[in-house]
């Protein structure tokens, strides 16, 4: 048994028994881990306040190799994301970053980057306007894929390497291609400029930087397509995200 130390990111939790709680958390150094809180209902438990969805909490716990469920020794609140608790329409997308992203990471796999760019997401939520609250996503959807190794390409085409003119989006080539080469691949379809231009400009700046308003419901429309389709190639579970489909809609 190893005694772990790292930070964590609180994404679900389900009452156990009379007190204990069952906790899943995002952990910096091993990725996905559900551990039991034993008496974390209990009045003044040792655990506080650090386990409320969203919070980013420095935790202790447990753990044996072929056990599914930690045992957590201890954990403090680092950080709480409050706004999300008064926001719906906050709370909707900070869910949808975390449901995206136990759906993109398979299990224990260590990604100190991604760990970060939750935290980024989750910060850039809080503290921007509504309207930019759609740019932010987006830009978590597009690092999380750069840091788990499927980079769309953006900048030159994605089947033959040239730069230039980038007309279409081939999702199963990973990127934008041009017009030569979309003769050959049947399975991409038209972009328009405004929305290439507005892809890298999410791609070039880190999600902190990104709450830049979305340009109207054509091009937000149109981006929300491109982001979806891309994913689906690389995240099994994509469509049967009901946070996701609900920032979809959400107008
Ligand atoms: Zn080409």
Known sequence: MAICKTEAIVTKSLKLGETSKIVWLY?????KVKVVAKAARAPKNRFGSSLELFTHSAVVFYKKDRRDLQLLSQSDALRHFRAFEADVAKFAFASAVIELLDSMVMGEEPNPGLFQLVLDALARLEACPRS???????????????????????????????????????PLKGGLICRACSAKDSDSFEVSPEARDFL?????AP????????????????????????????VDRLPGLKSLRLVRNLK
């Open 207 to 234: 999600v902190s930087e990104s709450a830049f308003d979305a340009a109207g419901p054509r091009l937000e429309a149109e981006i929300d397509r491109i982001v979806e389709v891309f994913l689906q190639y690389h």
């Open 27 to 31: 952990t910096k150094d091993f990725g």
């Open 200 to 204: 890298r400009k999410l791609q070039a």
């Open 132 to 170: 930019a609250l759609r740019t932010v996503f987006w830009s978590f959807e597009l690092h999380a894929a750069d840091l788990l190794g499927y980079r769309p390409e953006l900048w030159k085409c994605a089947r033959c390497g040239k730069e230039g003119e980038l007309p279409r989006f081939a």
